[in-house]
Structures are given as structure tokens and as C-alpha cells.
């Protein structure tokens, strides 16, 4: 007899960043995850996580209403069902409840880890197995201070941590964001590259005076400068600068990369998760990129380790990732909720070993910070 899906339990739990997290839409003091439990009749638990940022800021879903409509909508689609057919599963979701990606993200996420746990596999082995055991890992400086972020980047650099950096623009005029990425780009030198991610506050005039600007101080990669929306400027935007486009919150799942790419669109993609709706949908996007000759990246929505985790495990299936990885969500916060960390060294982080995520959970950690 196959196990079913007993319980689904879903936490907020509130932890607080290393300091304050600028980007062009909000400025973050702390970073809310909603962890999942899931159970199934055999006892075994698969954890899950969804994060968003700032609230509503970034997009539609919040902590809040992952919570809400998880317990509401989600969980009941699955609990009495087999736990080990994941596709079933996966279906069953799409086919009851719209949008929802991160909330979807976080379940599939528990399911995978569960179904390791069940197989004694890790979450990559699931997913056909791992390319890369040793992920490159770039930091973002958005402490809002040029001065800050230069002291951040050569500390993160001496100590072998970072050797990419991404700054978060947008939130000022562009003149003055140009200002503060040509110095820090000035002060690092060959020794590091440097992107931007504009979060999509440029329109497309903007976009084509900063990216101007951007590409003669040596940027290498300019992510999302335009609304989500603007598929066609993206592509011109493309097709117009040397500096490649990396296409983020516009490209959220296979169908947005399919659109890009057939319209002409050449950069990359930044691959999340919580954007798919889990591993297995950040995969099609993934592997429809590389049939069309696009680049990817891997990206966060700053999740905590369980996110984090999960996202490498996808990550490492690829055989290539042309623009490295941004996982470094649980760098950026205070704390932790699981028992090991993940082991972050040599400019990257190591894959951890499973079963499933390979993460187990620290409960005093998690109890504290659990919102009550
Ligand atoms: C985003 O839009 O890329 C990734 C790194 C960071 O600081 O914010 C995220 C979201
Ligand atoms: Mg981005």
C-alpha cells in the first residue's frame, strides 16, 4: 500500500536581515517564510518553503496569502491523496487552483523532500541527478550607501565568499543609480563583475539613456529595466545593447520564455522556483531556454534554507548555468531555522546531500521566530 498525505501544516516565520535590503520597490528589514510540514500515513515529513518580498510589493501573493490559501484551498486538493505520484498531484493543483506559484512552490518543494525521504534519494536524484555538486553564488549590495556597498563587496570578495556582485537600482533617478554602479564597478576593477537589477522601474526611454550609461561603465548584464509586461521592449531593449538582458519577473514559466524567445529575445533568463510554481516547472523553463540558445541564472526570491535548498537541487540537474547563481537568501539573514546551514565556500555553495532536501529542521530556532 502507497503512503497518502495525512496532515499539511503551514507556519509564518519571521526572521530578521543582516541589514537593511534596498531594491527599487521596498527596502526589507526581514524576511517572512512560509514553511510547510507535510505529513504523510507512514509518518514522514516533507518540508516546503514560499517567501515574496516586501508584503505585496513584488507581486501578487504575500506570506499572509500563500498561509491563507494553502490551508484554505491547496491543502485539501492534496491531503487523502497518494503522496508518491507527484505528477497526479502536480495536475491537481493546476487544475483546481489558479496562479498561486509560490504557494504551489512551497508544496511541491515538500512533496519532493518526502518523496526523498520515501526513496532514499536526494531531490536532485528525483530529478534525474546532479551535473554540479559546487554552485556559484553572486551578492547583491543594496544597502542604499556607494560607499557601504564598496566596503561590503571587497569584504565578501577578500573572504572568498562573492566574486559577482548585482545591484539593486531603480528606487532613484537614473542619473544618480548610474553614478553609484560606475563607482562601485570603478572601486572593484577587474576583480569582480558587476550586474544590475532595475526591478522594473525604467520605462523604455529610461532604459535605453541608463543601459547606455551602464554598458560604458563595464556592466556585464542588466536584469529586468522594464515592467513585466513589456515583452517587445525587452526584446528591442536586447537587440539594441551589447550588454545582454537577463529577463526576470517577465518570464515566470515556460509559456513567458517561449513568447521571448520566439519574439526574438536574446540574454538570459532568470529561473526561480517560486516564479514556476516549483522545480519541475522552473525545469521546462530552464530546458526551453537552452533549446533556444538563451542563457540562465539562478535565481531567488530570497528564500530561507528550505528554498534555497530545493532551488540547488533543480539548479544542479542543469548541465550548465552561463550566468552562475543568486542563492544566497540565507546569507542575507540573521538567523537560521535548520540545524546545518548550507556550506557556503569558494565563491559558491555546496549541494546538499540528501535524502530529499538534505535540511533538517532546528525546532527551538523555529519556534522563536514562528509568528504567533
Ligand atoms: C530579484 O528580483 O531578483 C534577488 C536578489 C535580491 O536581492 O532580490 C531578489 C529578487
Ligand atoms: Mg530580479
Same mark, same amino acid.
Given at each position: ?173 537614473? /542619473?544618480? &543609480?548610474? $553614478? ?5 564597478? @570603478? =572601486? +572593484?576593477? %577587474? ?9 522594473? /522601474?525604467? &520605462?523604455? $526611454? ?5 543601459? @547606455? =550609461? +551602464?554598458? %560604458? ?20 531593449? @536586447? ?134
Amino acid at each position: 500500500m502507497s503512503s497518502t498525505i495525512d496532515t499539511i501544516e503551514t507556519l509564518l516565520v519571521d526572521l530578521p536581515t543582516i541589514r537593511p535590503h534596498q531594491l527599487s520597490m521596498t527596502t526589507m528589514a526581514r524576511q517572512t517564510l512560509v514553511v510547510v510540514r507535510l505529513r504523510d500515513s507512514e509518518g514522514i515529513e516533507g518540508l516546503g518553503e514560499g517567501t515574496t518580498i516586501g508584503g505585496l510589493a513584488y507581486g501578487p501573493e504575500s506570506p499572509e496569502s500563500i498561509k491563507r490559501n494553502i490551508d484554505t484551498y491547496l491543502a485539501p486538493l492534496l491531503i487523502g491523496q497518494p503522496a508518491n505520484n507527484l505528477n497526479a498531484l502536480r495536475t491537481q493543483l493546476a487544475r483546481h487552483a489558479r496562479g498561486n506559484a509560490i504557494a504551489k512552490s512551497a508544496l511541491e518543494t515538500a512533496l519532493l523532500d518526502a518523496q526523498g525521504k520515501r526513496l532514499g534519494l536526494s531531490m536532485a536524484e528525483l530529478l534525474g541527478g546532479a551535473q554540479q555538486i559546487h554552485l556559484p553564488v553572486l551578492w547583491t549590495l543594496a544597502s542604499g550607501d556607494t560607499a557601504k556597498d564598496i566596503d561590503e563587496a571587497f569584504q565578501r570578495l577578500n573572504d572568498r565568499c562573492h566574486c559577482d556582485f548585482k545591484l539593486k537600482i531603480g528606487a532613484n533617478p537614473v /542619473a544618480q &543609480d548610474v $553614478a553609484h554602479v560606475a563607482a562601485i564597478k @570603478a =572601486a +572593484l576593477g %577587474d576583480r569582480a563583475g558587476v550586474r544590475v537589477d532595475v526591478n522594473q /522601474a525604467w &520605462d523604455e $526611454a529610461s532604459a535605453v539613456r541608463g543601459i @547606455a =550609461a +551602464l554598458q %560604458d561603465a563595464g556592466i556585464e548584464l542588466i536584469e529586468q529595466p522594464i515592467p513585466a509586461r513589456e515583452h517587445a521592449g525587452l526584446i528591442r531593449l @536586447a537587440n539594441r545593447f551589447r550588454v545582454p538582458m537577463l529577463a526576470d519577473e517577465s518570464v515566470a514559466d515556460a509559456r513567458d520564455g517561449f513568447d521571448l524567445a520566439a519574439g526574438g529575445f536574446s540574454g538570459a533568463f532568470a529561473l526561480k522556483i517560486a516564479k514556476s510554481g516549483g522545480l519541475q516547472g522552473a525545469l521546462e523553463l530552464a530546458h526551453l531556454a537552452q533549446t533556444a540558445g538563451i542563457g540562465l541564472y539562478g535565481g531567488t526570491l530570497l528564500e530561507g534554507t528550505i528554498g534555497t535548498a530545493a532551488s540547488l537541487h533543480a539548479w544542479a540537474t542543469l548541465p550548465e548555468l552561463a550566468w552562475g547563481t543568486e542563492m544566497f537568501g540565507p546569507l542575507l539573514l540573521e538567523d537560521d531555522i535548520v540545524a546545518e546551514p548550507l556550506a557556503y565556500r569558494d565563491f559558491g555553495v555546496e549541494l546538499p546531500c540528501g535524502p530529499g532536501l538534505g535540511v533538517t529542521l532546528d525546532e527551538d530556532k523555529l519556534a522563536h521566530y514562528s509568528r504567533k
